[in-house]
């Protein structure tokens, strides 16, 4: 019998809680969406028994699970560090190398925005669960795609939505010259399942940025509303994404974070006008005098 005790640590993702060992767990990195994708990997198989776990991750030196809103891992966290330590203990197999999962079949076009520095690179796959915005590589640390695009002398910022990879180029090279390598390069890393981004790649992303646990007055409701429903979808077709960040009522200002390839794009600000602004105006008659974007 072996003598493995594993550690339960927290994560920035409520649904999200690790179990960590200081031995060495598994060759690699897996990540298993449910039990047909589990063949592989007997322990996540036995945890995919467990009416609560949504997803398994196994990794060098931890196993990490993502479980559904039905209870908190408070309330079964112990239960389920104990099932992993008697598995281990027992000599069980976390991934049998002999059917290591297969490449996956990745197909990745590139689509051009309406900023000519901005190429969206879109996937036949889901690629993270939230939007993450990285403007040098020291910010792309957690995330290893983004990192490596980095290296390439000519990207100069990446945002990354949940199927697609919007890659923002400086003037050393014209797009006709690189998008075939970088969509090659993107497929590559994707087939080869090769992690996108870290856990806490996501104290990178620039999420809402208004206090969530401030009470937003009714306007603001309306407008976040607005900006999900109507705005956001058209944005995101353009390889961009929008945020609420504020609303003064005393200006009837509202102000907005563009990201992706809004940032820096010469038509933003008609869009912002003419678009996104008479909207709000139509929509919230008396409340919207202007729509400000800050970080333009």
């Known amino acids: 019998m072996k003598n493995i005790a594993l550690n339960i640590e927290k994560t920035n993702i409520a649904t999200i809680i690790k179990f960590t060992s200081n031995d060495i767990l598994a060759s690699g990195s897996h990540q298993y969406n449910n039990i047909d994708e589990a063949k592989n990997s007997p322990l996540a198989q036995q945890l995919f028994y467990l009416p609560f776990v949504k997803r398994v991750y196994i990794s060098t030196n931890f196993i990490a699970l993502e479980r559904f809103a039905i209870v908190e891992w408070s309330d079964v966290q112990d239960e389920v560090k104990e099932q992993i330590e008697n598995f281990l203990n027992a000599g069980g197999v976390l991934v049998s190398v002999e059917e290591a999962p297969k490449?996956?079949?990745?197909?990745?076009?590139?689509?051009?925005?309406p900023n000519p520095s901005v190429m969206k690179f879109v996937a036949n796959l889901k690629?993270?669960?939230?939007?993450?915005?990285?403007?040098?590589?020291?910010?792309?640390?957690?995330?290893?795609?983004?990192?490596?695009?980095?290296?390439?002398?000519?990207?100069?910022?990446?945002?990354?939505?949940?199927?697609?990879?919007?890659?923002?180029?400086?003037?050393?090279?014209?797009?006709?010259?690189?998008?075939?390598?970088?969509?090659?390069?993107?497929?590559?890393?994707?087939?080869?399942?090769?992690?996108?981004?870290?856990?806490?790649?996501?104290?990178?992303?620039?999420?809402?940025?208004?206090?969530?646990?401030?009470?937003?007055?009714?306007?603001?409701?309306?407008?976040?509303?607005?900006?999900?429903?109507?705005?956001?979808?058209?944005?995101?077709?353009?390889?961009?994404?929008?945020?609420?960040?504020?609303?003064?009522?005393?200006?009837?200002?509202?102000?907005?974070?563009?990201?992706?390839?809004?940032?820096?794009?010469?038509?933003?600000?008609?869009?912002?006008?003419?678009?996104?602004?008479?909207m709000l105006k139509q929509l919230i008659p008396g409340k919207i005098n202007e729509v400000v974007a800050v970080n333009s």
Request: overall charge negative; aromatic content about 8%.
């Open 103 to 113: 490449k996956i079949p990745v197909e990745v076009y590139a689509e051009s925005t």
């Open 127 to 278: 690629l993270v669960e939230n939007d993450l915005e990285f403007k040098n590589s020291q910010e792309a640390k957690n995330a290893p795609l983004a990192s490596e695009l980095f290296n390439f002398p000519f990207v100069k910022e990446i945002f990354i939505s949940e199927n697609y990879v919007s890659v923002t180029k400086n003037d050393l090279a014209e797009w006709n010259e690189i998008t075939v390598e970088i969509r090659s390069f993107i497929r590559q890393f994707i087939a080869d399942g090769k992690t996108i981004a870290l856990e806490n790649a996501l104290q990178k992303k620039v999420s809402e940025v208004y206090t969530p646990d401030i009470e937003l007055d009714d306007v603001s409701k309306q407008i976040i509303d607005i900006l999900e429903e109507y705005i956001k979808p058209a944005v995101a077709a353009d390889g961009g994404n929008i945020i609420f960040q504020s609303y003064a009522a005393s200006s009837k200002t509202v102000n907005v974070i563009l990201q992706g390839a809004c940032s820096g794009c010469p038509s933003s600000t008609i869009t912002l006008k003419n678009g996104i602004e008479n």
